[in-house]
């Protein structure tokens, strides 16, 4: 009797664009009836705030498995909106908020990631950490000012 083993998650469909089809985890237990399912509830990574958050949001899709994530952390600090005019607004925001929040000793700068959709967006971003002193480095990309073309006419 083959077999055939399967992880995945409905509400991590955000690799559409490289053509993964969400559904297809969700067709999943028709299409391979009868099978075992298991869910993973919980989450290693997150707040207990930000776990709540993300439910919330994933809770209107039509259609959804109902999952009860469980936060192994803490509650953390509570999630926010902000409304900017444009990048540099936006990137200086975000800059006084974690100086607020590392100056009020809740956090480390070093326990602060800081997420953008647009590799554009870094150099904004690391403007404003410059300008407020807070270090900031650029994971799996080069830092904009380190660049050597950026470098070479700055300094």
Known sequence: VPSVFV?????QSIY???GAVASNLDR??????????ILLLENYRSSGR???GASAVVSKVLGRQRKDILAIKDEGLPIGVLSCLNEES???AVAK???KYVKSGKV???????MYRKNSQSRSLESAFIKFNIPCFVMNGM???KRKEVADLIF
């Open 28 to 37: 999943f237990e028709e299409d391979f009836s009868p099978c075992n399912t």
């Open 50 to 52: 930000i776990t709540k």
């Open 90 to 92: 936006e990137a200086t």
């Open 143 to 145: 830092q904009f000012f």
């Open 7 to 11: 992880v995945g998650d409905s509400d």
């Open 108 to 114: 480390k700068a070093s326990e602060i990631a800081v």
């Open 16 to 18: 559409g664009f490289r």
């Open 97 to 99: 908020q974690v100086e």
